[in-house]
């Protein structure tokens, strides 16, 4: 009985369940959990795990279910540091590109940003870093297309870095902090 006792107290303590830092769904505890990385290693990203990840993109919702995006995946190094800065060897980037819409009312950039979020968070629940950058995007849309065969008639919207970072970083001792609830959120 005390051996049960003891591996229940260390499974529990290592789950964070009697800290109180988990709520038992994985998917609210990878989001509250989260941040966005900034310091990666260059241990590549597997192909597995990319697939993962583009799988989830797709799954976002979209505007009548019109999926108007594509992703671009950029495993060439040179060709990342041409679009964001202290790239590091291993990341992956993944270019978000939306379709002009045809019908009035639908709002490709939010679509977009539905799939960046999906794949942001699947990252993060693979023990990824993730960061999503938007800066890039109009020297993208100017000068990288052909490069990185964005189709005619699409637009890069958003940029998803991916890498593997150090596990001795977290979002206590990384992340920028964050506004505390009362200050964004009211009720009527």
Same mark, same amino acid.
């Given at each position: 009985?005390?051996? &049960?006792?003891? *591996? ?7 789950? =964070?369940?009697?800290? !109180?830092?988990?709520? !038992? ?8 959990? !989260? ?74 950039? &939010? ?15 693979? !023990? ?20 990185? =065969? ?8 958003? *940029? ?29």
């Amino acid at each position: 009985m005390k051996a &049960f006792i003891s *591996v229940f107290l260390v499974l529990s303590l290592a789950t =964070g369940m009697i800290s !109180g830092q988990t709520t !038992g769904n994985s998917v609210i505890d990878v989001i509250l959990s !989260g941040y966005t990385a900034r310091k990666f290693t260059s241990e590549p990203v597997s192909d597995s795990n990319i697939d993962l990840i583009l799988k989830c993109g797709l799954k976002a919702p979209s505007a009548r279910n019109s999926q108007l995006w594509k992703f671009t995946v950029v495993k060439d190094n040179a060709l990342i540091g041409e679009i964001i800065p202290n790239s590091t060897a291993g990341n992956i980037l993944i270019v978000v590109s939306g379709q002009e819409p045809v019908q009035q009312g639908m709002n490709v950039d &939010f679509d977009c940003a539905l799939a960046t979020e999906n794949m942001f968070v699947a990252a993060q629940s693979l !023990g990824l870093g993730a960061h999503i950058y938007t800066g890039p995007v109009n020297n993208i849309n100017l000068t990288k297309k052909q490069a990185l =065969g964005i189709p005619d008639g699409y637009r890069a919207i958003s *940029v998803l870095r991916i890498g593997n970072i150090d596990k001795n970083v977290d979002a206590v001792s990384s992340a920028s902090t964050r506004k505390k609830i009362e200050e964004v959120v009211n009720y009527k």
